[in-house]
């Protein structure tokens, strides 16, 4: 039978150390090994990074490895520990699930150690890596068919205390937006197992769309932010250049700030992330494929908000999400 | 046995007419019915407008629905037609090929009467619509996994008259880079079943990576321009601004400029399209992923030229192109 999830090597280790989280193997296929970068420097916060946890989200792997390289200098204080790609399987594909066994490792947490690859992962990480962490950051880049902008984010949290803590947390990274997301598909989410256990958690969501240079230097910058707050590392947070502008802003969004697309078709985004809107104004069209006797349908913001995400002129069936927008958190 | 391709309605009718390019069923499936749009004013340039040949390149079919409401009260000479959609089942997928039968149309022209359905698409195009055209502009986008500049291509073209005119009338994009482009694949695209014919054929590359509200106004803007030079509309040419500049250059590509990835891994691009490079400077950074003992491979420029592509953090196996670069083109 197979063995347990287990590191190569041992996080108590002063120092840099580089070794992988076994995954053991199953029905579907053999062990899995992570690379996992750990750098103890003894008493402090107690941090893990992760990335590559959707397979088509490429900044998070990017940044971890950015991190990485800028921790073992820079580092004063505390543990950290950086999983940069949590799904290679699905990396590999560029996929945001796992090809394997088509689930996505975002919906299966704390994981079965007999389950399919997906949630043989899941269980690895929450059972060997999680307990070593006060702090989780998990970095994602909200998939490649949406516009959104860099983001540290949440989920409402029944503790008040935890989300508190969280929310300041989040607002560290000093990012053009922190978020309060609350939805309705949370079952199985990385950032639900770990505040069950009292932890802090972030899910950053850098940008959406494709990886370029100059989006990589704020989230790389962002990261830094919330290593800095920690404590973890000595500096002076900087507030990142997006859309030619230096802003932060915290807003929340819920599941009715959704904009559905009203018919199937393509759909034309008629605003970029963080405009502000009024009721009425035109956020996007949404124009039939099938005649061209068809009027387009303009898609409207159904009242003052700031624009969340938008989607990038996907192919949408009727009713699919085509924009979120958000408002000033109230908490 | 199937029906021949044909238009539901009169090419040759005075003012605009809405209908569609019925492409004949066949074993696969039954017949499909392209939107198309059409605006003869008489006597003047023959242009064919077509979008969505590759079904994950969304700025074409959006720019062409765009040009159809403003050619309706600007176009003052001459026929136009617009097909906006060439693949709509690729389209609907959000694919580059189509899912049915895995086919590439832009390798299966002039298509086949007696094939599958990209096959009958391709052959609908070239036996119905291309020969009611002299001019023809297929609107792309380079695809989503890459970053690419708004630019007017072409192949290099045995006849150097139609060459010539070629990169005039692509010149007269008016965007940011026009771009003479020598490749191996090109084998069956629609340019060259086009160019056979002594058709002026121009494929814009509109971007990489997601649609925009910013990007579609520069797209549209080039679109604009050339129906402009054409003399199909009366107005003055813009120059759109991108990356904070109003410039355009035109620039040749062969597959020595092709930078490879030296390992498996992922993709960390380092500079933006249009920097100009000189040998030695670092375009990206190859992470491997299965150690973090690995170290980073640098990859750098091979000599003085301009990033023309560059893989927005793909994933990418050893070998497999990276980045393109470009130099000023000599004729």
Avoid at 85 to 96: D, F, K, T
Avoid at 161 to 176: C, G, H, I, K, S
Avoid at 251 to 276: N, Q, W, Y
Wanted: charge should be negative.
């Amino acid at each position: 039978m197979s063995k347990a999830p287990h590191l190569t090597f041992d996080l108590h280790e002063y120092g840099v150390s580089r070794g992988h989280l076994v995954v053991p193997g199953g029905a579907d296929r053999g062990e899995l090994s992570l690379p996992v970068f750990s750098l103890n420097r003894g008493e402090g916060p107690r941090l893990l990074v992760t990335g590559g946890n959707h397979g088509n989200e490429l900044e998070g792997p990017i940044v971890a490895r950015r991190i990485i390289d800028w921790l073992a200098e820079a580092q004063t204080c505390g543990r950290v520990i950086v999983l940069p790609v949590l799904n290679p399987l699905a990396v590999q594909a560029w996929s945001r699930n796992t090809p394997l066994d088509g689930l996505n490792l975002n919906r299966v947490f704390p994981g079965r150690a007999d389950g399919s690859v997906t949630e043989r992962i899941a269980d690895a990480v929450s059972r060997v890596l999680l307990p070593m962490a006060d702090t989780v950051f998990d970095l994602h880049s909200f998939g490649p068919t949406w516009h959104f902008p860099p983001a540290a984010t949440t989920h409402p949290i029944a503790d008040l205390d935890l989300m508190a803590r969280t929310v300041r947390m989040a607002e560290a990274f000093n990012l053009p937006l922190t978020l309060v997301w609350q939805h309705n598909d949370t079952a199985g989410m990385f950032d639900i197992t770990a505040q069950n256990e009292g932890k802090v958690f972030v899910c950053t969501e850098f940008g959406g769309g494709t990886v370029g240079a100059d989006n990589l230097a704020i989230y790389e910058a962002g990261v830094r932010n919330a290593l800095m707050a920690l404590g973890l590392v000595d500096g002076k947070a900087e507030c990142p250049t997006f859309r030619q502008q230096k802003s932060t802003q915290t807003l929340e969004t819920r599941p009715s700030d959704e904009l559905k697309s009203p018919a199937p078709g393509i759909f034309e985004p008629r605003c970029s992330v963080l405009d502000e809107v009024k009721q009425g104004d035109l956020v996007g069209v949404l124009h039939p494929m099938d005649s061209l006797s068809t009027e387009s349908i303009d898609i409207r913001a159904p009242g003052p908000s700031i624009v969340l995400g938008i989607r990038s002129g996907a192919h949408v069936d009727v009713n699919e999400a085509v924009a979120l927008v958000a408002r000033p958190l109230k908490l």
